[in-house]
Nanobody, 125 residues
């Protein structure tokens, strides 16, 4: 059974940075997609970024391209989301998710098969 440990959310001023971490365990295969989606109150779920385990290929939402960067530490089964130049519209609960085996269109839309409990990110002055 997949398990997630997410951390790193918080309150930051516009233009600031945060780094989210997601330690995942319990994978059933070596090929999977892992990433982040977010959901703000009253808004639809939005895929943020997805990375594939087989080759490290990434897909970012247009809204975060150039500002957010996903990275991974395979030895720790951990992925990180470095978020720079944060904007108030980035405020949301951020969830780490996993799907098998690749970042499909559905997954890029934020619809992962499994996800963690989420961490709140608030961007406000």
């Amino acid at each position: 059974q997949l398990q997630f440990v997410e951390s790193g959310g918080g309150l930051v001023q516009p233009g600031g940075s945060l780094r989210l971490s997601c330690a995942a365990s319990g994978f059933t295969t070596d090929y999977y997609a892992i990433g982040w989606f977010r959901q703000a109150p009253g808004k639809e779920r939005e895929g943020v970024v997805c990375i594939e385990s087989r080759d490290g290929s990434t897909n970012y939402a247009d809204s975060v391209k150039g500002r957010f960067t996903i990275s991974r530490d395979n030895a720790k089964n951990t992925v990180y989301l470095q978020m720079n130049s944060l904007k108030p519209e980035d405020t949301a609960v951020y969830y780490c998710g996993v799907s098998y085996p690749i970042c499909t269109t559905v997954v890029l839309g934020g619809w992962y098969d499994y996800w963690g409990q989420g961490t709140q990110v608030t961007v406000s002055s």
